[in-house]
């Protein structure tokens, strides 16, 4: 079924910079679309940034467009996502989530457990 | 705001039913693309409940099913069950913000 672990988060002040990571394992990882989908504690999911199995396609919502960066490496079984200029609004809890199709934008069928994201000075 | 519109809370008594609609738009519902719905215990990840529009997992009860008409889509549990409780959220594609989106989540009480 596929397990993913996040790592990365922490604290960091305004306009820093955090590099989140997530291993996965169980599954083909490069069959599949991954995700970054973050959550404010005790509020709802917002989806962060996809990107296609191959690296090819990249999305983000338009208040991380310019300063969050989706990568991944097929060889390592690994996805992560490089935030610039963080903002208090970007607090949260991020999870990573494995998409059930090759492209982004179906179902996501695996998540991890999530790595917190505390940005503050 | 939401792109897709929950409502926030919904309740039911054990052994009830209950739906959860998700209200969406021309560009993404309504587009035709497909609807997932996830379930979030307290304190724990989402897990996938519903995936394109009414299939549901290995694992996941027939006590659940979802369905799709339109610009909405909605959740529907039979024989509410005290471990239902939890948040749910629907999940789609939205081709005017080129990515995926959710709904705002309702959080369901079993009386």
């Known amino acids: 079924e596929g397990q993913l672990v996040e790592s990365g988060g922490g604290l960091a002040q305004p306009g820093r910079s955090l590099r989140l990571s997530c291993a996965a394992s169980?599954?083909?990882?490069?069959?599949?679309?991954m995700h970054w989908v973050r959550q404010v504690p005790g509020k709802g999911l917002e989806w962060v940034s996809g990107i296609s199995w191959n690296s090819g396609s990249t999305v983000y919502v338009d208040s991380v467009k310019g300063r969050f960066t989706i990568s991944r490496d097929n060889v390592q079984n690994s996805l992560h996502l490089q935030m610039n200029s963080l903002t208090p609004e970007d607090t949260a809890l991020y999870y990573c989530?494995?998409?059930?199709?090759?492209?982004?934008?179906?179902?996501?069928?695996?998540w991890g457990q999530g790595t917190m994201v505390t940005v503050s000075s | 705001q939401s792109v897709l519109t929950q409502p926030p809370s919904v309740s039911g008594a054990p052994g009830q039913r209950v739906t959860i609609s998700c209200t969406g738009s021309s560009s993404n519902i309504g587009a035709g693309y497909n609807v997932h719905w996830y379930q979030q215990l307290p304190g724990t990840a989402p897990k996938l409940l519903i995936y394109?529009?009414?299939n549901r997992p290995s694992g996941v009860p027939d006590r659940f099913s979802g369905s799709k008409s339109g610009t909405s889509a909605s959740l529907a549990i039979t024989g509410l069950q005290a471990e239902d409780e939890a948040d749910y959220y629907c999940?789609?594609?939205?081709?005017?913000?080129?990515?995926?989106?959710f709904g705002g989540g309702t959080k369901l009480t079993v009386l």
């Open positions: 999940q789609s594609y939205d081709s005017s913000l080129i990515g995926s989106v």
């Open positions: 989530a494995k998409d059930s199709s090759i492209l982004p934008g179906e179902a996501l069928d695996v």
């Open positions: 394109i529009n009414n």
């Open positions: 169980g599954f083909t990882f490069d069959d599949y679309a």
